[in-house]
């Protein structure tokens, strides 16, 4: 777990107080809007639909039960009783009221946390594979280079007020978890052939009005060399990233634009100037940060509780195979709780079932807890002799839904319920979908479902095996869907399947599609994404649109991104 | 060519809690959609619009949304937007 220095302490108890003024400031007239927005955006607090919206950053999604704790006062005291946890790893909050929000941010502090950077054109909350640290097929754990960057982007003078927001995710597996190449920077660790430890380094991806997989400008980065190769991508975009159109000022587009060989001659031209800057402090703050996030002490213990629970009981073999994953040492799984109740907004979580996790986490996960940008709450390291009894804790809770990775456990942003942004609502599309293919979905398997409210692509709808954009059609909601995206190492755009469907049609369209799978499958192992590889477009497009007159010979897929210039 | 001017409500966000208002008769707020006046024409619109915009200490983002009046002869909101600030999320908070 990271650690606050006093520095670090001090610099958020002064953002807080310089915040409470300027808060002070706006409620007695002496600040305008327009003087405040910019002080408001600079600490996470949106205004959306109904309220203000406060959104913290939880540092690649580590939490341990103190932080989670304090997270459910916050929804007690000063909001609604739950938050609701993003696709970036964050937690919102959709109800503070103006004059309350120094108030959380102290009481955020009380647990180093904070809402700085969380907003604006600067170096986002840095994401990582939400298994980091636990994963059986991990090469090492992310989250320490995840917290050097942390460190290293947090008030970074020359980072402050780039062209555009710019996200960096991490992976230490060779199975992608992080999105790495839908990030401005995905960093994928890998052994280069002599055995030496180092990144993939992917820049240019995106989603968004413009979805772009992210190409790799270096096969194979040193780990120490990290610090001043960010610093020579970040510098150069900043240097020629568009400014005159917000729409064209992510470093995706700068990318395409310049080209990527030239792009990469730039980076390098750069990095080889400031690469002699670097005299080792970073090196020894990584040496550093490593002790912090030290093993757990793992118990050793025989596991046959685990496996009597298996035999006895059908609900926790459901659970068992489906949220529990791989742990690198085999007396322990990965517990994933899905925050994806049938008929429940995903990603929500009551400031009773925030207390549930955390006391969970400590009494059996070593106090550690991850939130996952697929919008569930994992416990890392779970000894398997423990399992069912958190399993029997969680279903006590409303937290045992056996469907992490299946038809239900959907990513969806918050959308028009309540984002100023959106042009549709995300949530009940979600929340029907869910309880429709509730029936089906163990037969379906995995299957990837990802909406979005509107193309800015929170619900990172076009890496979704099925995705859903959520459009306005003159003050109707409307819902395009994509087939065939995917987020893993693998990365790929969806293909758009044709016209859009109004709200009323578009789920038993997507049950439609559940059921053709199942049809035209070659066999039980056959998932929908590979059945869709096999077969393309046309059976799901036959599907989906059963009167439609088929176009000539055509029936090439429309690509997600050919929309977009 | 100008589009002819449609019925109006003047909404923007209350500064406090960032509650949905509406301006109503009587330059009073409401933060009920079918209490807020009807705005029918255009000159008024933008005369109050101005109003609101000098009103920052209470009023965040204040604009001019579409409306009609309803068979009860109360304001409704003609886009699923609109009708989702008036209303409030239409899901089931936990
Ligand atoms: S995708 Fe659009 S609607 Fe959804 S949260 Fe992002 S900005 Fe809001």
Redesign the interface.
């Known amino acids: 777990m990271y650690l606050y220095s006093e520095f670090d302490r001090t610099y958020v108890r002064n953002r807080v107080r310089m915040f409470r003024d300027q808060v002070d400031r706006?409620?007695d007239?002496s600040l305008?809007?327009e003087e405040f927005k910019p002080f408001r955006l600079m600490n996470g607090l949106y205004?959306?639909?109904?309220?203000?919206m406060l959104r913290v950053a939880i540092p690649y999604g580590t939490l341990d039960s103190r932080r989670l704790r304090q997270l459910a006062f916050i929804a007690d005291r000063w909001d609604?009783?739950?938050g609701h946890f993003t696709t970036r790893q964050n937690i919102q909050f959709n109800w503070p009221?103006?004059?309350d929000v120094p108030d959380i941010l102290d009481a955020l502090a009380d647990v180093d946390m904070h809402a700085i950077q969380t907003s604006g054109n600067c170096i986002r909350n840095v994401t990582a594979d939400h298994f980091a640290g636990a994963a059986a097929d991990e090469l090492s754990d992310p989250r320490p280079v995840a917290e050097l960057i942390r460190q290293w982007s947090t008030d970074h003078p020359e980072f402050t007020f780039l062209p555009r927001k710019f996200k960096i995710a991490v992976t230490g597996s060779p199975n992608d978890r992080a999105v790495t190449r839908a990030h401005d920077i995905g960093l994928r660790m890998v052994h280069s052939k002599e055995g030496q430890n180092g990144f993939e380094v992917i820049v240019g991806g995106g989603l968004g009005r413009t979805p772009v997989i992210g190409k790799v400008i270096r096969e194979h980065l040193p780990e120490a060399d990290l610090l001043p190769y960010l610093e020579a991508i970040l510098h150069v975009y900043n240097a020629i990233g568009r400014r005159d159109n917000k729409y064209k000022a992510r470093i995706k587009i700068t990318v395409r634009e310049t080209g990527i060989d030239a792009f990469r001659s730039r980076v390098e031209e750069r990095f080889r100037i400031i690469r002699k800057e670097f005299l080792g402090a970073d090196q020894q703050v990584i040496r550093r940060i490593r002790d912090t996030f030290a093993e757990p002490d793992y118990v050793q213990a025989p596991t046959a509780a685990f496996d009597d629970a298996l035999r006895r009981d059908p609900a926790f073999r459901d659970f068992a195979n489906g949220n529990v994953h791989r742990h690198k040492n085999p007396d322990y799984g990965i517990v994933s709780v899905s925050l994806k109740a049938h008929g429940?907004?995903p990603g929500?979580?009551?400031s009773k079932?925030m207390r549930i996790l955390a006391d969970l986490a400590e009494a059996y996960g070593h106090d550690e807890l991850r939130i996952s940008h697929e919008q569930n709450v994992i416990l890392p390291h779970v000894h398997r002799k423990d399992i069912p009894a958190v399993f029997a804790e969680l279903s006590r809770g409303g937290l045992g839904t056996p469907n992490v990775g299946l038809a239900s456990d959907i990513i969806a942003c918050p959308g028009?319920?309540?984002c100023a942004l959106?042009t549709?609502?995300s949530?009940?599309v979600a929340?029907d979908i869910a309880v429709r293919l509730r029936e089906i979905e163990r037969d379906v398997g995995s299957l990837k479902i990802k909406i979005s409210g509107c193309i800015n692509a929170c619900g990172h709808h076009h890496v979704g095996h099925i995705g859903i954009l959520g459009l306005?059609r003159a003050?109707?909601?409307n819902y395009q869907i994509t087939l065939g995206g995917d987020a893993t190492e693998t990365a790929a755009l969806g293909d758009r399947a044709g016209p859009g469907f109004p709200a009323d049609e578009l789920v038993p369209a997507i049950e439609r599609l559940a059921l053709t799978y199942l049809d035209i499958r070659e066999d039980q192992d056959e998932s929908f994404l590979e059945t869709y590889r096999r077969t393309g477009l046309a059976p799901f497009q036959a599907a989906l649109y059963p009167d439609a007159v088929p176009k000539g010979r055509g029936g090439h897929p429309e690509r997600s991104n050919d929309a977009v210039s | 060519m100008a589009r002819p001017f449609t019925p109006k409500v003047l909404t923007a966000n209350h500064l406090l809690d960032g509650d949905v208002v509406y301006l109503a008769p009587g330059s009073r707020l409401t933060r009920k959609l079918s209490e807020a006046m009807l705005i029918e024409d255009e000159s008024t619109a933008k005369a109050l619009l101005e109003a609101a915009e000098a009103r920052s200490s209470v009023l965040v983002g204040p604009y001019l949304a579409d409306a009609i009046r309803d068979s009860d002869g109360r304001p409704r909101s003609t886009h699923i937007r609109e009708t989702l600030r008036a209303d409030g999320p239409s899901i089931d908070i936990l």
């Open positions: 706006r409620i007239g305008s809007e205004l959306q639909l109904h309220a203000y609604r009783g739950y009221r103006l004059k429940r907004t929500d979580a009551s079932q028009m319920d309540y959106a549709a609502r949530i009940p929340r306005d003050g109707v909601e």
